[in-house]
């Protein structure tokens, strides 16, 4: 009689308080998932007058920008981008700009890489411009709202100096799923 007594009560743990015990809140993350990366967006200003009637289609340089420009002297220009986000993987070369501006060639090909994350620091280079090979090579803070203007001294003309502007934006949230979206 005991044992039966025994084996109720055990009966009524495993089976009322058990499913109970055993509901975990989040899964683990595994070994190798990768840490959620912070964006990377880039921008691309050259020394050409700021955009006329005849091409308002350009992208916008934002006014902190200008600002910026202006008190190191550039008095004219104007985006040739819009904010190009980089891959976040190394060296995973991102193409930034192919060179046009109005329909017409006046520049190579430029690309976006980030080589290196380390110690909340990040490492932004980008190469192309001109005929012959220039890089310039940007060092920020690893957090959302870092920004900088990088001038590219070797793709200096008669007009003045291109520029690049690195933002740095939050990780990208994940899409919630089907049955969570919002209506």
Not at 21 to 45: E, F, L, T
Not at 51 to 56: C, E, G, V
Not at 157 to 163: A, E, F, S, V
Request: glycine share 8%; proline share 9%.
């Amino acid at each position: 009689m005991t044992r039966l007594f025994l084996a109720s009560i055990v009966g009524v743990i495993v089976f009322a308080v058990g499913p109970h015990a055993v509901n975990a809140q989040k899964p683990a993350p595994k070994k190798g998932d990768a840490p959620k990366s912070n964006q990377v967006y880039v921008k691309i200003i050259l020394p050409i007058e700021p955009a006329a009637k005849r091409d308002a289609g350009r992208p916008v340089v934002e006014s902190w920008i200008a600002e910026d420009l202006k008190k190191r002297g550039q008095s004219k220009f104007t985006a040739a981008t819009g904010w190009v986000r980089l891959d976040v993987k190394k060296w995973e070369a991102t193409p930034v700009w192919d060179g046009q501006l109005d329909g017409k060639q006046c520049n190579c090909p430029v690309h976006g890489d980030i080589p290196e994350r380390v110690d909340g620091r990040i490492k932004v280079l980008l190469n192309g411009w001109a005929p012959f090979y220039v890089e310039v090579v940007v060092s920020l803070k690893d957090e959302p709202g870092s920004r900088t203007i990088a001038a590219v001294e070797k793709a200096k003309t008669d007009d003045g100096m291109p520029y690049v502007v690195v933002l740095i934006g939050p990780p990208p949230e994940k899409p919630a799923a089907s049955g969570e979206q919002k209506k």
